[in-house]
């Protein structure tokens, strides 16, 4: 019976321990940086060959998905190749379903000198995105794993996907994202949570965006007023963004790159500057694009210049909703009653996929993989203790919610 496979469950994930952590090992090791394209397509493979060997029950498809788009030094919108997305399904025609999602690309590109793994101490591994986020991945196989493995027979069905470009704004795979949000009932990610042990509430919303200023070039000798420079004009209007900081309480812009301009007797025609912007929530969003639209029509008033924005908020504001909080009240009570701990949670000024489902409509909680720290730095490191812990707490909640005990989770959601 049910009981029976939550007793079983860790005891068959401590037995796990080391197998865990050596798939970790050989998973990090492998390079799957955001733009390595045959990187992220190996380790696509090594992926599909490992997660789900048995494919009885359990259907597995690649999503191809949308090229990114980039603004290159010359100002030029450039196109760029997408991994492919990973999903595999059990159940997908019942009444009641979960999406268990993660990314498997990291921040580290080919020529980033951190590629291997390392133990740097008792129960802490090194290694680049042990923690954010391929840790992660571990986790959820081991949590269905335990299930499966101990005889489960769920009414519940349960997707996992894996996306290829979440470290760069899951630009490519944000459309699958809000495609699929309504399918399910809730949504469990497996960002790394924080060193503490602390999980994350809510998020702050982001948006990278590029101005292209274009003026028109002249001998600054010569003819210096037929010429309109674009790096005059830059500056200006980032000077006005920059002055919106402390304007309105967690809004902040960071102004992060500027390029433009050459030899000193040429007006420089063309200027790129590049900036994030993150706000506490929806009314800040909608005041921050105001301010900033503001900004753009002024300094397009002015012959010969003219200005392009490129980006948006493409992570809206993670806020609590009383579904986000009921999930909240559920993990806390499998801590409490199975792992025989409290659990805390704290606000965060980062952002992750959690944001874009939450907007789409699917409540979910975003940090359920391994504790760690350091990320996106060569001190990355994970707690490979946490991964068994992790995948217990999985399990219970998916093993919990299949018998009915968290019914207020079971919306009658219209599906599309
Ligand atoms: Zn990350």
Redesign the pocket.
Known sequence: MSAGILDAVPLWLDEQQDCMKSDLFALANQNSGSDNLPGLLSVAQWLEDWFWPDLANVSFQRVAIPPRQLVNARGVVEQLEAGPILRWDFQPQAKRRVLLMI?YD??FGVDHVFQACRDIEEDKLGGPGVA??KGGIVVIRNALQALHQNGWQPDIGWTVILNPD??VGSLSSTGYMVQVANAFDFGLLF?PSLPSGELVSNRKGSGNFDFVVRGRAAHAGRHFEDGRNAVALLSRVLVQLDDLNGQRKGTTINVGAVQGGGPVNIVPNLAIGRFNARVLDQESQWWFEGKLKQIIEAANQQEGLSVELHGGVTSPPKQLTPEIESLMRAIETVYREQLGKPLAWRATGGV?DGNKLAAAGLPNIDTLGPVGDG??SSKEWVQPSSLAEKAYVIASILERYDRGELEELARVRQRT
């Open positions: 990314h990291t921040v954010d986020a979440e470290e960002e992750c990320l996106h």
